[in-house]
């Protein structure tokens, strides 16, 4: 005779849901709890220690070159730690002769644009146009002493805005739970600008499988209320590099939350 009975029929209930299920289904997870096994989570990778290794490349009491800045805008072209401001991009002396042309003139950069300057273009085509884009925010666009001979000809002068803040985000456990955390607070509450361009940065591994979004309802789908999509843009898979959720604030945009797609209770406030 068994020490137990087989119990083929027997319900359990679920310690996270409350619902019934068949006992001989149910699973136990790594913190003890007893779920159905459509219910059933893997232990999340962060909140596994990370080891500490130590570093024995590193230096007691470096010296950095005085003009480190200096050097780094002439080996890579711009400030890897921070904004370059440049003084003004200037192009002159530029002619183009096609039968379908563009002079096309684009500065871009990781930091402010003072001013974009255009001097001295020629062109001449049946069909030809000349451009000045900045992908950066520019102060100053000025087209000076130009001359075009065309059937069709246009001069036109474009700009779009930039991310005006980053915030890295990581995922990490507190009291048994998981939370968002935005530049290292928990569930932090944010106050946002309109007419700005926010990006949450979700490359980190803690990322993994942790969608962020924005919703007008607390804990968004998981409140009742649906996804907030204006001004929003996605990008790769959480957890990868390059990965991020982008907000541009539009005009009269109410309080938003953001909040993760697949797990209750990770995320914070938005203020506008």
């Not at 709890?33 to 059933?40: C, F, I, P, Q, R």
């Not at 401001?85 to 183009?96: R, S």
């Not at 890295?168 to 700005?196: H, M, P, Q």
């Amino acid at each position: 005779m068994g020490k137990f009975a087989l119990g083929k029929h027997a319900k359990g209930i679920s310690d996270r849901s409350g619902f019934e299920y068949l006992l001989k289904d149910m699973r136990k997870e790594w913190n003890g709890l007893l779920v159905g096994k459509d219910e059933w989570e893997s232990k999340q990778p962060q909140l596994f220690p990370r080891r500490k290794a130590l570093d024995a490349e590193a230096l007691k009491d470096p010296r950095p070159p005085s003009n480190l800045q200096q050097e780094r805008v002439i080996q890579y072209g711009f400030n890897p730690v921070g904004y370059n401001d440049n003084n003004g991009l200037v192009f002159n002396n530029l002619t183009a002769t096609a039968s379908v042309g563009t002079v096309d003139t684009v500065g871009s950069g990781s930091g402010s644009v003072d001013a974009v300057e255009l001097s001295s273009v020629s062109a001449t085509s049946s069909i030809g146009s000349v451009i000045v884009a900045d992908s950066s925010s520019a102060d100053i666009a000025t087209v000076s002493g130009m001359t075009a001979t065309s059937s069709i000809g246009s001069v036109s002068i474009t700009t779009s805005s930039a991310v005006d803040t980053t915030y890295t985000v990581t995922v990490a456990s507190y009291l048994g739970a998981n939370y968002f955390y935005i530049d290292g607070s928990r569930a932090a509450t944010l106050n946002l600008s309109e007419g700005s361009t926010y990006r949450f940065d979700q490359s980190d591994s803690s990322n993994s499988n942790h969608p962020l979004r924005f919703s007008t309802t607390s804990n968004g789908t998981h409140g009742g209320g649906s996804e907030y999509t204006t001004g929003v843009t996605t990008n790769g898979t959480p957890g990868s590099s390059g990965a991020y959720s982008q907000i541009e604030v539009a005009s009269g945009a109410p309080t938003l939350y953001y909040y993760c797609t697949n797990h209750s209770g990770m995320g914070g406030t938005i203020n506008t």
